[in-house]
């Protein structure tokens, strides 16, 4: 594989990644799938993200677009392996006996998963779900089973085909059906003024839908960021939690060993302090 090939399904150069500030490049590696550390040296992280990029060139764009229908994300079916990796890093799911295999161990080398294109797929969804983990395997059939009890509740009268994945369609090409006219066709049909509004207006609409999906992303990535420390915060709350019952059970236990040491040092002074009064009161004879 090329380093001309990993530049052509890459938005951007590899060049260009040594020249970008180290927040830009966290962001880049994490839209790819990657698991960066803001502590990481921009060095290592552009070498991580040059890899990514190899490893989209190799995987097949067919493959990658299985995990999309998989996943059920929205995107066009003529969308770059590097926008299908975005949105392959958003799915959730690990129902993996629905994904074919080349689907698998696309998502397996995506995940960092040694696969070969050898392995079986009971081979590859083994690795996967062990890197799942238990406690997301559960999650996922706790939502299963509310899905499914939803969807009795509300999808009866649903037609069949209605849930079948479609792609987002086409951008229109020049010279298509149905395609943006060019500036000439404008002016003839509204007039100069009229042509260049609906030009202007086009290319801001398109400026628009740019803007919005990367502030969409950057969206994602800050819900993703809060999701994250509010989680740590939860931990660190727990952790004081537990370590303030621990002192007071500690606490608890040294009282009552020292209520049971008092008590008994008490029951021993009178024990012996009985007799001593005992000898003292008898009179002589």
Do not use: C
Not at 94 to 121: E, F, K
Not at 275 to 283: F, H, I, K, L, T
């Amino acid at each position: 594989m090329t380093e001309s090939d990993s530049q052509k399904n890459s938005g951007r150069p590899a060049a260009s990644l040594s020249e970008l500030p180290a927040d830009e490049l966290l962001r880049y590696g994490s839209e790819l799938g990657l698991d960066l550390s803001p502590s990481m040296p921009p060095e290592h992280m552009a070498r991580l993200v040059r890899e990514r990029q190899a490893l989209l060139a190799e995987l097949e764009r067919d493959a990658l677009l299985d995990i999309v229908v998989w996943g059920r994300r929205p995107v066009r079916k003529s969308a770059a392996k590097e926008h299908l990796a975005r949105e392959i890093h958003r799915i959730q799911q690990t129902d993996y006996d629905d994904l074919s295999t080349r689907g698998l161990y696309a998502l397996a080398r995506l995940r960092g998963i040694d696969a070969r294109p050898s392995d079986s797929a009971e081979s590859l969804i083994d690795h996967l779900e062990r890197q799942d983990g238990l406690w997301k395997r559960l999650s996922r059939k706790r939502r299963a089973i509310v899905g499914s009890v939803l969807s009795k509740l509300f999808d009866d009268g649903m037609p069949d085909g209605a849930n079948e994945y479609r792609f987002l369609p086409e951008e229109p090409v020049h010279g298509a059906e149905g395609a943006r006219p060019s500036l000439r066709e404008q002016v003839e049909q509204h007039g100069v003024v009229g042509g260049i509004a609906q030009r202007i207006r086009g290319a801001a609409d398109d400026y628009i839908r740019v803007k919005l999906d990367e502030i969409e992303t950057r969206i994602d990535q800050k819900l993703e960021q809060i999701d994250k420390r509010l989680a740590e915060w939860r931990d660190r709350e727990i952790q004081n939690r537990l370590r303030i019952l621990r002192i007071t059970l500690i606490f608890s236990v040294l009282v009552a060993v020292l209520s049971l040491g008092y008590n008994f040092l008490k029951k021993r002074v009178v024990e012996t302090d009985g007799p001593a009064a005992s000898r003292v009161s008898v009179p002589d004879e």
